[in-house]
């Protein structure tokens, strides 16, 4: 069952040739997990979604409120039977226009699928240097463009990993795949600031406000040379569904995991 534009429909909606989010790439979209029938992290996912939306110049509705984003949310998993689900929010312009859009309206789509979180024991990740993420406000939005994580995942599934490092055109460390990464040395925590280009995780913000509070542990946002990647104690990456994955090995190094199970323990992943 999709939810598009408040309906609820069995039958995909017929998009046409026109569509901005097949054309340009001119959409947005949230990943979001509910758990018994609660959105998990709401408000982070919202609040990311209408700043997005408003640096793309998008228009937004009146109707559009905090509690209107959980409603269409909960109607699409109580629709598809479910209470934890795995939801994508997708948001894009209306039709028209080349570049130049004919309008700043939008439509949204919304659709629920099982929730399915696998944590892995044995986690392999290495560099993509392929391409490059551009360092820059605009490669911290979540949008439908997102062709650099389609070729590295062909890329990890071709040479046997779970993941890949992206960097920038500065050749420094700025994410995963899927997801944001952290750097782990003793008892001190380090992830690429959002200059880098990394992505405005939503549990990425989460977790840096926990381990600011964490007495044991200090956290740090700074540029992280990839030869880093093999002199820290642990790695693990972050998204808003899995919350808290460990790296097991990279390249030749392999590491613990103490730091990233604790943090899944205190924050009750």
Same mark, same amino acid.
């Given at each position: ?8 429909? !069995? ?23 509910? @758990? ?8 982070? =996912? ?7 939306? $408003?640096?793309? $110049?998008? &228009? ?14 909960? !109607?699409?998993?109580?629709?598809? #039977?479910?209470?934890?689900?795995? *939801?994508?929010?997708?948001? #894009? $312009? ?12 939008? =439509? ?22 392929? +391409? ?11 949008? %439908? ?23 920038? /055109? ?10 944001? @990464? ?5 008892? =001190? *925590? ?18 840096? /406000? ?8 200090? *956290?740090?946002? &700074?540029? @992280? ?13 972050? %998204?808003? @569904? ?7 090995? +990279? ?14 323990? !205190?924050?009750?992943?």
């Amino acid at each position: 069952m999709i939810n598009y534009n408040g309906t609820i429909s !069995k039958s995909p909606p017929t998009l046409s040739i026109n569509n901005r989010a097949f054309k340009y790439g001119d959409g947005l979209f949230e990943t979001i997990k509910v @758990i018994d029938s609660n959105v998990i992290f709401l408000e982070d =996912h919202y609040f990311r979604l209408m700043a997005s939306m $408003r640096m793309l $110049r998008m &228009k937004i509705d009146m109707q559009f409120t905090l509690e209107f984003f959980e409603q269409e949310i909960l !109607k699409t998993v109580v629709a598809n #039977n479910l209470s934890n689900a795995r *939801i994508r929010f997708t948001v #894009n $312009r209306k039709d028209g226009g080349l570049y130049l859009p004919s309008t700043n309206n939008t =439509h949204f789509l919304v659709e629920a699928n099982p929730l399915s979180v696998s944590l892995k024991k044995d986690y392999e990740i290495d560099l993509f240097k392929d +391409y490059y993420v551009y360092s820059g406000i605009l490669s911290t939005l979540k949008t %439908n463009n997102k062709v650099l994580n389609v070729i590295g995942s062909i890329y990890a599934n071709e040479n046997g990993l779970d993941n890949c490092v992206l960097l920038n /055109e500065k050749k420094q460390v700025v994410e995963a795949l899927n997801g944001n @990464i952290f750097l782990v040395k003793g008892k =001190h *925590i380090v992830t690429p600031p959002l200059s880098e280009g990394c992505l405005k995780g939503v549990f990425r913000k989460n977790l840096l /406000e926990f381990i600011s509070k964490d007495d044991t542990l200090t *956290i740090e946002e &700074k540029v @992280i040379s990839p030869f880093e990647l093999q002199k820290t104690d642990e790695i693990f990456l972050t %998204n808003a @569904i899995v919350g808290i994955q460990p790296v097991s090995k +990279y390249r030749k190094k392999e590491f613990t995991s103490k730091i990233a199970f604790y943090l899944r323990d !205190k924050m009750s992943l």
